[in-house]
């Protein structure tokens, strides 16, 4: 059984940054791809970042594109999400997820984690 545990989030004026971490426990993390998903009150669960086991790869939603980097530790089990420029509609609850297939659609991940909020002021 695979945990993961989301820290970071918090209040930030537009404009500001914050880092998102997110640790694994429980399975051998370097073999999977992670991704980072937000939901905002009242709307569905979207995608916003992925990166492949190895780091190679990421993909971004095109509403955070040049705004947010993900990178991934596989020493400590960990993957981040950078989130430079926020802007007020980046609030959401972020997840981390883990999951054996790589990509933006929320079936292809297997674990999530209980979410961390990212409240932007304007």
């Known amino acids: 059984q695979v945990q993961l545990v989301e820290s970071g989030g918090g209040l930030v004026q537009a404009g500001g940054s914050l880092r998102l971490s997110c640790t694994a426990s429980?399975?051998?993390?370097?073999?999977?791809?992670m991704g980072w998903f937000r939901q905002a009150p009242g709307k569905e669960r979207e995608f916003v970042a992925a990166?492949?086991?190895?780091?190679?790869?990421?993909d971004f939603a095109d509403s955070v594109k040049g705004r947010f980097t993900i990178s991934r530790d596989n020493a400590k089990k960990s993957v981040f999400l950078q989130m430079n420029s926020l802007k007020p509609e980046d609030t959401a609850v972020y997840y981390c997820?883990?999951?054996?297939?790589?990509?933006?659609?929320?079936?292809?991940?297997?674990?999530w984690g209980q979410g961390t909020q990212v409240t932007v002021s304007s």
């Open positions: 997820a883990l999951g054996y297939r790589y990509g933006d659609q929320l079936n292809n991940y297997d674990y």
């Open positions: 429980g399975r051998t993390f370097s073999s999977y791809n």
């Open positions: 990166i492949n086991w190895s780091g190679a790869n990421t």
